[in-house]
């Protein structure tokens, strides 16, 4: 999936603008990632660390995949994002 990344206090209006160019958003809380947002979440008010889709998981192991069985699946590299994929 083709992703961007967009902070938690940004406006759906600008992960509006953003999505045009990719299938989903990485949003970063302070320090790390807190969800994603898809076009699905772009109907919704707030901000969007309020909007985001909360079930990823960030680097998990093969057993936590299975057992948490989570929407997106996000694999980083020294911190930085590099893929997503959606288990849904």
């Known amino acids: 999936m ?9 406006s759906v209006e600008e992960a509006t603008t953003r999505l ?3 299938d989903v958003l990485i949003v970063w809380g302070k320090e790390d990632i807190l ?11 707030g901000t969007c660390g309020e909007v985001c889709e909360l ?3 960030v680097d998990p192991s093969l057993e936590m995949r299975e057992k948490w069985n ?3 699946v996000i694999t980083t ?3 930085e ?6 288990h849904q």
């Open 55 to 57: 079930d990823v998981l």
């Open 35 to 45: 969800g994603v947002i898809t076009e699905d979440h772009l109907n919704k008010k």
């Open 70 to 72: 989570p929407k997106f």
């Open 77 to 79: 590299e020294d911190g």
């Open 20 to 22: 045009q160019n990719c």
């Open 2 to 10: 083709e992703f961007s990344t967009i902070g938690c206090e940004d």
């Open 81 to 86: 994002p590099v893929s997503i994929v959606n």
